[in-house]
């Protein structure tokens, strides 16, 4: 972040006049904490049994949020929108990739997800099983996590280009009954195989999968065996009424996996009341939703948190409209984004900074072609958005007129935690600026002390509990205290990023200070990718960075030494490229992959990470003195440089 700018843009005051975070909201959550959030959760939830305590830390860092009321996170979602008389309001627009659309308005929603719901319990699912759910960004992906969330079912979602192994892998974790899929899925023109994976990853005795349903999406040939049932035979002949069960506040909504530290991603626990609380209220304060007149866009995938969080359940517990869309942005050209928006009159839009920097790459002129005076507000989340392409942001897409909300926040955290407040804030390209009311955060030093100075880097923490923040890991207490409340005592929410304040004491985040890489906004892990490699019968030895990069933020650099015999050629790199593609995902396919004699190891057997990530960005190298052997650098760089 070099290119700090001093640029400001303070806020439109007829924006502010309209703005639904406005700033005594500040001076309400600082003055009472707890109270704040208790009207945050009575404003924007419905509660079947009004809660009487708001926070419950005594057994922290297990936090329990308004945990004596009671309330139904899909009945908050589509049926009191409804019974307000909203029923004929759009809830999605789908825009499928082959140009394919529905317009499902709350009514026809609440429809689907009883019929869905009513299906789930035909196939034996109650309160409280697992359901993991592995589709497209079509409507049934919606539809299924709301009649999970209608039965107190935690959903646990696999996004759409995992492979057949994380499938596995986080079904057994989660001992999920049921699986939701679709035979394919439609990606630029073509039609892709979907539920090949599922079969692989369900099969074998040890499976706890006892059902997979399938929603028929391409209409591509599938095989089909016992466990297997058509979503059209099942669902639809289901009464489109169900009554919702009020469920504890703290009742598990669902669990997602994110990649951590070790190879095993960690399934992270969110339950129903202080989430929903917080999704709501952010969806509503910091992306200035007024559902009865905004179009609103998230182009997530719900695969991830963000598509958790502010595609399904923020803007439908605040009964907005909003647009869903299929497809990638450059098919069938790269101009598909900003038709949709000239489309549908969308005046809010959520995305990643590494989307709008493959926009600027293509040229403003693309844009420029398409009418996006309908946008109001811009909104950023993943990865820190350079001032650059901020700036670019605001320009191209915004028409200098739009705030950016440029959102930091992690699928632990559930909500954005740390963003301007359009409307409210002096708008500052590259920093996501303060803490949102009811949110508190320092920058603390190796040493664990908080400080204030200007452009000392330290790292972020989260000082005070937050209604949205994970429950845990599950089934794995202890991991959630080591990695989240150990590295600077309990009183610290650590949150794995670096951070600084600048002279304006404005929050700058500055990325991952462990082995996490950033591709794209996904998160993933070095020590997930190095077992992949490892897993290759040609590699004896892995080690993966992640090197600064100017689209993907970063991008995956792996060095490898390859097993005695095996063949060192363009071949091998090519195909342990595809290798990790396949054991993972198509997003951690390594950019480049580096074949080496030696790493650079400590003397206690660690990689030096860092020296190797010196290389992958072309730098000087830095301090190897505890390296066990100097002159393997030498080698690596020598190598490196013959490319
Ligand atoms: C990074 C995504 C800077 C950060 C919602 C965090 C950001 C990780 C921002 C969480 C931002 C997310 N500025 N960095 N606005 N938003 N990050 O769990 O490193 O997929 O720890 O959640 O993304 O990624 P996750």
Same mark, same amino acid.
């Given at each position: 972040m070099?290119?700090?700018?001093t640029?400001?843009?303070?806020p439109?005051?007829a924006?502010?006049e309209q703005a639904?975070?406005q700033a005594e909201?500040?001076?309400?959550a600082?003055?009472?904490?707890?109270?704040?959030w208790?009207?945050?959760?009575?404003r924007?939830?419905?509660?079947?049994k009004d809660?009487?305590e708001?926070?419950?830390?005594s057994n922290?860092?297990f936090?329990?949020?308004f945990?004596?009321?009671?309330?139904?996170?899909?009945?908050?979602?589509v049926?009191r929108?409804v019974?307000?008389?909203?029923?004929e309001r759009?809830?999605i627009h789908?825009e499928g990739?082959e140009?394919?659309?529905q317009t499902?308005?709350?009514?026809?929603?609440?429809?689907?997800?009883c019929q869905?719901a009513?299906?789930?319990t035909?196939?034996?699912v109650?309160t409280?099983?697992?359901v993991?759910?592995?589709?497209p960004m079509?409507?049934?992906?919606?539809?299924?996590?709301?009649?999970?969330?209608r039965l107190?079912?935690p959903h646990?979602?696999?996004?759409?280009?995992?492979?057949?192994?994380?499938?596995r892998?986080?079904?057994?974790?989660?001992?999920a009954?049921?699986?939701i899929?679709?035979?394919?899925?439609?990606?630029?023109?073509?039609v892709?195989?979907?539920?090949?994976?599922v079969?692989q990853?369900v099969?074998?005795?040890d499976? #706890?999968v006892?059902h997979?349903?399938?929603?028929?999406?391409?209409? $591509?040939?599938? =095989?089909?065996?016992?466990?297997?049932? %058509? /979503?059209?035979d099942l669902?639809d002949?289901?009464?489109?009424?169900?009554e919702?069960?009020?469920?504890p506040?703290?009742h598990?909504?669902?669990?997602?996996?994110?990649?951590?530290?070790t190879?095993?991603p960690?399934?992270?626990?969110?339950?129903?009341?202080g989430?929903l609380?917080q999704a709501a209220?952010?969806n509503a304060?910091v992306h200035d939703?007024?559902?009865e007149?905004?179009?609103y866009?998230?182009?997530?995938?719900?695969?991830?948190v963000?598509g958790h969080?502010?595609?399904?359940y923020? #803007?439908?517990?605040n009964g907005a409209?909003?647009v869903?869309?299929e $497809?990638?942005p =450059?098919h069938?050209?790269q101009?598909r %984004? /900003?038709?949709?928006?000239?489309?549908?009159g969308?005046?809010i839009?959520?995305?990643?900074?590494t989307?709008?920097?493959?926009?600027?790459?293509?040229?403003?002129?693309?844009p420029?072609?398409?009418?996006?005076s309908s946008l109001r507000v811009?909104?950023?989340?993943?990865?820190?958005i350079?001032?650059?392409a901020?700036?670019?942001?605001?320009?191209?897409?915004?028409?200098d007129?739009c705030?950016?909300?440029?959102?930091?926040w992690q699928?632990e955290?559930?909500?954005?935690?740390?963003?301007p407040? #359009?409307?409210?804030?002096?708008?500052?390209?590259?920093?996501?600026?303060?803490p949102?009311p009811?949110?508190s955060?320092?920058?603390l030093?190796?040493?664990?002390?908080?400080?204030t100075?200007?452009?000392?880097?330290?790292y972020l923490?989260?000082?005070?509990p937050w209604?949205?923040?994970l429950?845990?890991?599950?089934?794995d207490?202890?991991?959630?205290?080591?990695?989240?409340?150990s590295?600077?005592g309990d009183?610290?929410?650590?949150?794995?990023?670096g951070?600084k304040?600048?002279?304006k004491?404005?929050?700058?985040?500055?990325g991952?200070?462990?082995d996490?890489?950033?591709?794209?906004?996904?998160r993933?892990?070095?020590?997930e990718?190095?077992?992949a490699?490892?897993s290759h019968?040609?590699?004896a030895e892995?080690?993966?960075v992640?090197?600064?990069?100017?689209?993907t933020g970063?991008?995956?650099?792996?060095?490898?030494?390859l097993?005695?015999?095996?063949e060192q050629?363009?071949?091998?790199?090519?195909?342990l490229r595809?290798h990790v593609?396949k054991?993972?995902?198509?997003?951690?396919?390594?950019?480049?992959?580096m074949?080496?004699?030696?790493l650079?190891?400590?003397?206690s057997?660690?990689i030096m990470?860092r020296?190797?990530?010196d290389?992958?960005?072309g730098r000087e190298?830095?301090d190897?003195?505890?390296?066990?052997?100097?002159?393997v650098m030498d080698f690596?760089?020598q190598?490196?440089?013959?490319?």
């Amino acid at each position: 972040m070099s290119d700090h700018t001093t640029q400001e843009f303070p806020p439109d005051p007829a924006f502010t006049e309209q703005a639904v975070g406005q700033a005594e909201l500040f001076a309400q959550a600082d003055a009472d904490p707890e109270g704040f959030w208790a009207d945050q959760a009575r404003r924007y939830v419905t509660w079947s049994k009004d809660f009487t305590e708001v926070l419950d830390w005594s057994n922290a860092p297990f936090a329990r949020w308004f945990a004596d009321g009671e309330l139904n996170v899909a009945h908050n979602c589509v049926d009191r929108h409804v019974e307000a008389g909203h029923g004929e309001r759009v809830a999605i627009h789908f825009e499928g990739a082959e140009g394919d659309t529905q317009t499902i308005t709350y009514a026809e929603l609440q429809r689907r997800v009883c019929q869905a719901a009513n299906a789930l319990t035909e196939l034996g699912v109650a309160t409280g099983d697992r359901v993991a759910i592995y589709l497209p960004m079509i409507p049934e992906a919606i539809v299924s996590m709301l009649a999970c969330a209608r039965l107190g079912a935690p959903h646990s979602v696999v996004f759409g280009g995992f492979s057949a192994d994380a499938i596995r892998s986080r079904v057994a974790d989660a001992e999920a009954r049921v699986v939701i899929t679709a035979d394919g899925q439609h990606r630029k023109g073509k039609v892709a195989p979907l539920k090949a994976a599922v079969d692989q990853a369900v099969s074998g005795e040890d499976s #706890p999968v006892e059902h997979v349903l399938v929603v028929r999406r391409t209409g $591509g040939d599938v =095989d089909w065996s016992d466990k297997d049932v %058509w /979503w059209h035979d099942l669902v639809d002949r289901q009464s489109d009424r169900h009554e919702a069960q009020p469920m504890p506040a703290e009742h598990p909504l669902y669990i997602l996996y994110t990649s951590g530290t070790t190879g095993k991603p960690k399934g992270i626990l969110h339950t129903s009341g202080g989430y929903l609380t917080q999704a709501a209220y952010t969806n509503a304060v910091v992306h200035d939703v007024h559902p009865e007149s905004d179009v609103y866009w998230c182009t997530a995938d719900i695969g991830w948190v963000t598509g958790h969080s502010y595609l399904v359940y923020g #803007p439908l517990a605040n009964g907005a409209t909003q647009v869903v869309y299929e $497809g990638t942005p =450059d098919h069938p050209h790269q101009g598909r %984004w /900003w038709e949709i928006i000239q489309k549908y009159g969308v005046t809010i839009l959520y995305t990643a900074p590494t989307a709008i920097r493959t926009c600027m790459k293509w040229g403003a002129e693309i844009p420029a072609k398409y009418d996006l005076s309908s946008l109001r507000v811009l909104g950023s989340v993943g990865e820190p958005i350079n001032p650059e392409a901020w700036l670019w942001y605001r320009k191209n897409i915004g028409g200098d007129r739009c705030p950016i909300v440029d959102t930091w926040w992690q699928t632990e955290t559930g909500a954005i935690m740390i963003s301007p407040l #359009p409307g409210v804030t002096s708008l500052e390209p590259g920093s996501a600026q303060r803490p949102i009311p009811g949110i508190s955060a320092e920058i603390l030093d190796d040493a664990g002390e908080p400080f204030t100075e200007a452009e000392k880097v330290g790292y972020l923490v989260l000082t005070k509990p937050w209604p949205s923040m994970l429950r845990g890991l599950w089934g794995d207490p202890e991991r959630y205290k080591d990695t989240y409340w150990s590295r600077f005592g309990d009183k610290y929410y650590f949150a794995g990023d670096g951070a600084k304040y600048d002279d304006k004491g404005n929050i700058w985040l500055l990325g991952r200070v462990d082995d996490v890489m950033n591709v794209s906004g996904h998160r993933l892990s070095t020590a997930e990718i190095e077992s992949a490699l490892v897993s290759h019968p040609s590699v004896a030895e892995a080690a993966v960075v992640g090197a600064a990069d100017d689209t993907t933020g970063q991008a995956v650099c792996a060095f490898v030494i390859l097993r005695e015999g095996a063949e060192q050629s363009d071949s091998t790199v090519e195909e342990l490229r595809s290798h990790v593609a396949k054991e993972i995902s198509p997003i951690a396919k390594p950019k480049s992959v580096m074949i080496v004699s030696e790493l650079p190891k400590t003397r206690s057997g660690k990689i030096m990470r860092r020296l190797l990530k010196d290389v992958a960005e072309g730098r000087e190298i830095g301090d190897a003195t505890t390296l066990t052997d100097a002159s393997v650098m030498d080698f690596i760089k020598q190598g490196m440089s013959q490319r």
